[in-house]
């Protein structure tokens, strides 16, 4: 006598990225190891170490940097001011990348451009070095190169 034969339970659906394949990327808050991940998701597992960590709310717009400490990759909320490194605890100044200041050249008198935030900045044209931000006078120096 035959044996009914009950159907196999369907698989899963296997997993089907957006259409348009769209992926983000995150920092890993175990490991620090760069994470792609697919959009919608809400959180990451780290394959290295297992860590979840999660996504920020759609429409979070990120910028990252490396720490000045440790360097190591920092991912932060873009239009923060500074952010703390997770590893050595050094607070890192976060800047945009449009953010520039001008000072003149304490020698030649050349308007110079430079990062804001830099202590110094040294001209192109006489190779003398003007400090920033503190007292000017007394720690300029002009380089023999």
């Given at each position: 006598?035959?044996?009914?034969?009950?159907?196999?339970?369907?698989?899963?659906?296997?997993?089907?990225?957006?259409?348009?394949?769209?992926?983000?990327?995150?920092?890993?808050?175990?490991?620090?190891?760069?994470?792609?991940?697919?959009?919608?998701?809400?959180?990451?597992?780290?394959?290295?170490?297992?860590?979840?960590?999660?996504?920020?709310?759609?429409?979070?717009?990120?910028?990252?940097?490396?720490?000045?400490?440790?360097?190591?990759?920092?991912?932060?909320?873009?239009?923060?001011?500074?952010?703390?490194?997770?590893?050595?605890?050094?607070?890192?100044?976060?800047?945009?990348?449009?953010?520039?200041a001008h000072v003149n050249c304490g020698n030649c008198r050349m308007l110079l451009m430079y990062q804001?935030?830099?202590?110094?900045?040294?001209?192109?044209?006489?190779?003398?070095?003007?400090?920033?931000?503190?007292?000017?006078?007394?720690?300029?120096?002009?380089?023999?190169?």
């Amino acid at each position: 006598m035959p044996v009914p034969l009950a159907p196999y339970p369907t698989p899963p659906a296997p997993y089907t990225p957006p259409a348009n394949g769209a992926q983000s990327q995150l920092v890993c808050s175990g490991c620090r190891n760069l994470l792609l991940y697919p959009v919608g998701a809400t959180s990451v597992c780290c394959a290295v170490c297992n860590v979840v960590t999660a996504v920020p709310p759609p429409g979070t717009e990120m910028a990252q940097l490396v720490c000045g400490g440790c360097h190591t990759l920092l991912m932060y909320i873009r239009g923060a001011t500074s952010v703390q490194c997770s590893c050595c605890h050094t607070v890192n100044l976060a800047l945009e990348a449009n953010q520039v200041a001008h000072v003149n050249c304490g020698n030649c008198r050349m308007l110079l451009m430079y990062q804001y935030g830099a202590r110094s900045v040294k001209c192109a044209v006489c190779n003398f070095v003007t400090a920033v931000g503190a007292s000017t006078s007394t720690t300029e120096q002009k380089f023999n190169t």
